[in-house]
Each structure stands twice: as structure tokens, then as C-alpha cells.
């Protein structure tokens, strides 16, 4: 007989997956302040070639098995010799209980001897959520259990600033396409100002996501934004966490 919830149920579906790593950087220090762990095949395929066997009846078994994956994955590339923290994305309507849908995250960090406070956990659902208080709860349970939590791709879709108004993590993270030639438009960078102005009233940090060019990034510097993620300073490494440069600065060592 079956027992337990649908999440639970449906674990038995394996997904055949790997991590790449990004590191998110601190411009003050040079050094990563997080890598984010990207859901990548077995031998390097692109995320959208996973995220397609992804259905409503498997999404928590995917959910439960990206975040083994990173945590494993993390650790066997090196992060325990760093300061840095690990970013997980995933998927809220996956998790039908805080609590309980948390265990095997739980027992892989100890299993593995990775401190569960440098875990952040980005919201990736690029639909509208379908029960924000459940969202809401899951916020509120992580934040008691240690976790840091962000929005993803904020300015994009549904994660703006009615998404904010409902409830606030510990980290936003600015979409690439806000971020795109923000030293050429003067929209974008008022936009911009104006979600830093909000996220230091209400206690935020912001991350900026998707910088390419060098205009971007001093832009960015100018506006007073200190953590910041795109090609410029390093690629996603697969299985590896990549060495970040900062424009006209020195190489920095990924285990700084």
C-alpha cells in the first residue's frame, strides 16, 4: 500500500543529472560569496534539455535529487576549502511540506559534513505561484532552520514587486535582462536604483545577475551593488568551481 504524500510517492523516478558552478562574487573582496549550482546533464547538456523530462507528477523527485546532486556535486569540487556558500535553486510547488520535503537535504549536508547555514535557496518557478502563502510558509520554515532564500530572475514575469510585496527573502537577484546595457539606458538604471533603494529598506541583499561587459559591471559599481554573477567574471565550470576575474583586476583562486 502507498503511503506518505504525491512528492513522496513519486521519488522513485530517477533523473540522470550533473552540476555546473557559477560563483556569485564579492567585488569588495574579489572572492566568491556563493556558488550557484546549475542543473546540467549527465556528460554537460544544457539545463533546457533536463528541465524538458520534468513533468508535474515527477517535479519532486527532480527537486529532491538537484539538490543532492549539488550539495555532493559542491563538495566534491572543493567548496568545503572556501568560505563561500552554495545557491540550489528550486522549485516551490515541489515542496508539499517544509519540513518533511527538507530531510534527505538534511541528511546529504551531514553525510557530506557541509554547514547547512551557507545553503541559499533561489526560487526558480518562472510561473505564477500557485499558493503564495504555501511559498510564504516555506520561507518562513527555511529562515528558521538556518537557510538564506532569494527570488530569482527578479524584473522577470512574476517575480517583481507584487511578488516582494507578498513576502521577503534574504536575497534578490536582479534579472539579466534588467541588467542588459545598463550603462547605455537611463530606464534601466533608474529601475535598478530604485529596487536597491527598496531592497535596503527592507533588509535585502541584492544580487546582480548576467553581466557581460565591463560598461555593465561599473554601472553596477557605481549604483553600490556589491555581489555580482555573469560571463564576465567567470562561466558556470561543470563539476568544477571556476576562478572569477574581476575587469582589470587580479585572477582570483576559486578556494579564496
Known amino acids: 500500500m502507498q503511503t506518505g504524500c504525491q512528492g513522496c510517492r513519486s521519488q522513485a523516478h ?9 560563483p556569485i562574487v564579492d567585488i569588495q573582496t574579489g572572492r566568491p560569496f556563493a556558488f550557484e549550482a546549475l542543473v546540467r546533464g549527465p556528460n554537460g547538456e544544457g539545463a533546457g534539455e533536463v528541465m524538458a523530462q520534468v ?4 517535479r519532486y523527485a527532480f527537486d529532491q535529487q538537484c539538490r543532492v546532486a549539488a550539495i555532493e556535486g559542491a563538495v566534491a569540487a572543493g567548496i568545503l576549502d572556501t568560505h563561500a556558500k552554495l545557491s540550489i535553486n528550486f522549485l516551490p510547488n ?3 511540506s517544509p519540513v518533511a520535503c527538507i530531510q534527505l537535504t538534511l541528511k546529504t549536508a551531514q553525510n557530506t559534513g557541509f554547514p547547512t547555514e551557507r545553503l541559499i535557496f533561489e526560487f526558480t518557478e518562472n510561473e505564477e505561484m500557485v499558493d503564495s502563502d504555501h511559498v510564504g510558509t516555506i520561507i518562513d520554515s527555511y529562515r528558521k532552520m538556518g537557510f538564506g532564500t532569494a527570488i530569482d530572475d527578479f524584473g ?6 507584487g511578488l516582494l510585496a507578498k513576502f521577503q527573502t534574504d536575497y534578490i537577484k536582479l534579472d539579466m ?6 550603462d547605455t539606458s ?3 538604471r533608474m529601475i535598478v536604483e530604485g529596487v536597491l533603494r527598496i531592497a535596503q529598506s527592507l533588509g535585502i541583499i541584492v544580487i546582480a ?3 557581460e561587459t565591463v560598461g555593465e559591471y561599473d554601472a553596477l559599481c557605481k549604483m553600490g551593488v556589491r555581489y ?3 560571463y564576465l567574471l567567470a562561466r558556470p565550470g561543470f563539476k568544477s568551481l571556476p576562478v572569477a576575474t574581476l575587469p582589470g583586476g587580479d585572477r582570483q583562486a576559486a578556494v579564496a
Open 177 to 182: 535582462d534588467l541588467i542588459r546595457g545598463l
Open 156 to 161: 522577470a514575469g512574476h517575480a517583481g514587486l
Open 228 to 230: 555580482i554573477q555573469g
Open 55 to 58: 513533468t508535474p507528477e515527477n
Open 94 to 96: 515541489a515542496v508539499y
Open 209 to 211: 545577475e548576467g553581466i
Open 14 to 22: 530517477q533523473f540522470d543529472i550533473a552540476m555546473a558552478f557559477q
Open 186 to 188: 537611463l530606464p534601466r
